[in-house]
C-alpha cells in the first residue's frame, strides 16, 4: 500500500539457489565472486510493512517482537541506503513477518531483503525498476537481489568494484517457468545458524585452498546451468545443482578452522536422495548455509519424494515448493 504519508506492504518469496552464491569480491557493496542461478519459492514468504514517521529513531517488529542488537543495526543500516538514495531523513517503523524459519539455511534473509527493500523504496518515494530494486536488495543480503523476480533467475557477478560492480551486479528472470519442478524442502532443524553465512562466507574465501578451484568451476556450472535451463533439462538442472551444493560444503569444510552445516540428518536424507535415484526417480539435493536439504523433483514425484524423506523418522518434516512469483507491492489495506 502506498500513501502521502509513506507507507508502503511488500510480500516476497525465499529462493533457493541451483548454482551457490558463495564469496563476496567487494564486502561493503556485496559484489560476489560469481554468478549465480536460483529458483523462486512459493512458500515462507515473509511480509513487509516500512511506514515513514516522524520519531527519533527507526523502530523494527519482527514476528511480533522488537528488533535488537545486530538484527536492528543490520535494518536500519538498509534504511540509511535507501534514505541516501530518495535524499530523506526520516525514520521508519518497520514490521515484518516471516512465514518460515529464519536463520535455517531457509533463505529468509534473501524473502527478508527482498520484501524490505521492495516496501522502503516505495515508501520513501523511490521509483525503482526491477533491476534497480534488486541492485538495492543485494545490499541487504546478496541472495535476496534473486528474490525480486520470480521462477528461475540469475545474479549477474557483474564486472569491477564500488559503482562499477554495483551497476552491474543485478538479478533478471531467464524463463523456463513451464519447467514447473517441485522442491521438496527437508526441514531437519528450525533454530537459527550459529555462523552466519556472511561470516562463513569470508572465512571460507580467505582461508580455504578449495576456494578458488570451486569458484572456477561453479563458473563453468553456472554457463551449463543456463542450457540445462534454457533446454528444460531438469536431470541436468538436478545434476548440475547437486555437485554444486555439494562443492560448496567442501569449500567450507576446508576452511581453517573447518565450518560445517551439514549434520548427521543431512546426511540421512542425502542417502535417501541417493537410493530414490537407483529406483529411477528424478531426484537431486541441494544444501545452503544450514542442515536442511531441498530435494529437486518433478511436481509428479513430489509426494513420493516427500513420503520416502519423511520415512526416515521423526527428526525430519518437509514441505513441498513450486515456482513461486516475484516480490509485489500489497494493495492498500488501510
Ligand atoms: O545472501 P546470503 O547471505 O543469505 O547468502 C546466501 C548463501 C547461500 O544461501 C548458501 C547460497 C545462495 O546462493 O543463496
Request: net charge negative; hydrophobic share 45%.
Amino acid at each position: 500500500s502506498t500513501s502521502a504519508t509513506g507507507e508502503a506492504t511488500a510480500l516476497a518469496y525465499p529462493n533457493i539457489a541451483l548454482v551457490k552464491y558463495w564469496g563476496k569480491r567487494d564486502e561493503t557493496m556485496f559484489l560476489p565472486v560469481t554468478s549465480s542461478l536460483s529458483m523462486t519459492l512459493d512458500i515462507f514468504a515473509t511480509t513487509t510493512t516500512v511506514r515513514v514517521t516522524d520519531g527519533p529513531a527507526d523502530e523494527i517488529e519482527f514476528n511480533g517482537t522488537a528488533a535488537t542488537g545486530s538484527a536492528h543495526t543490520r535494518i536500519e543500516r538498509f534504511l540509511d541506503l535507501v534514505r541516501a538514495k530518495a535524499g530523506r531523513t526520516e525514520r521508519a517503523t518497520v514490521v515484518t513477518v516471516n512465514d518460515g524459519p529464519t536463520g535455517a539455511g531457509l533463505a529468509s534473509s534473501a524473502s527478508g531483503f527482498a520484501a524490505l527493500a521492495t516496501a522502503a523504496a516505495t515508501a520513501y518515494g523511490l521509483d525503482l525498476d526491477g533491476r534497480a530494486l534488486s541492485r538495492l536488495a543485494r545490499r541487504g543480503s546478496g541472495s535476496a537481489s534473486r528474490s525480486i523476480f520470480g521462477g528461475f533467475v540469475v545474479w549477474h557477478a557483474g564486472e569491477g568494484d564500488g559503482e562499477a560492480g554495483d551497476l552491474s551486479s543485478y538479478a533478471e528472470p531467464i524463463g523456463g517457468d513451464e519447467l514447473d519442478p517441485a522442491l521438496v524442502v527437508a526441514v531437519v532443524n528450525q533454530t537459527a545458524k550459529t555462523v552466519s553465512s556472511r561470516d562463513a562466507m569470508r572465512a571460507t574465501t580467505q582461508t580455504s585452498p578449495f576456494y578458488r578451484p570451486w569458484a572456477e568451476s561453479s563458473m563453468l556450472d553456472f554457463d551449463e546451468m543456463r542450457r540445462a535451463v534454457a533446454r528444460g533439462d531438469l536431470a541436468a538442472i538436478g545434476e548440475i545443482a547437486e555437485r554444486n551444493a555439494l562443492g560448496m560444503h567442501a569449500t567450507m569444510l576446508t576452511a581453517r578452522p573447518g565450518i560445517r552445516y551439514l549434520s548427521p540428518h543431512s546426511l540421512a536424507v542425502l542417502d535417501a536422495v541417493q537410493a530414490l535415484r537407483a529406483d529411477g526417480v528424478l531426484a537431486y539435493a541441494t544444501i545452503d548455509a544450514g542442515p536442511n536439504v531441498k530435494v529437486l523433483c518433478t511436481r509428479a514425484d513430489a509426494a513420493r519424494v516427500a513420503a520416502t524423506v519423511e520415512s526416515l523418522g521423526d527428526f525430519v518434516t518437509t514441505r513441498t515448493a513450486h515456482i513461486g512469483p516475484g516480490a509485489t507491492l500489497l494493495p492498500d489495506t488501510a
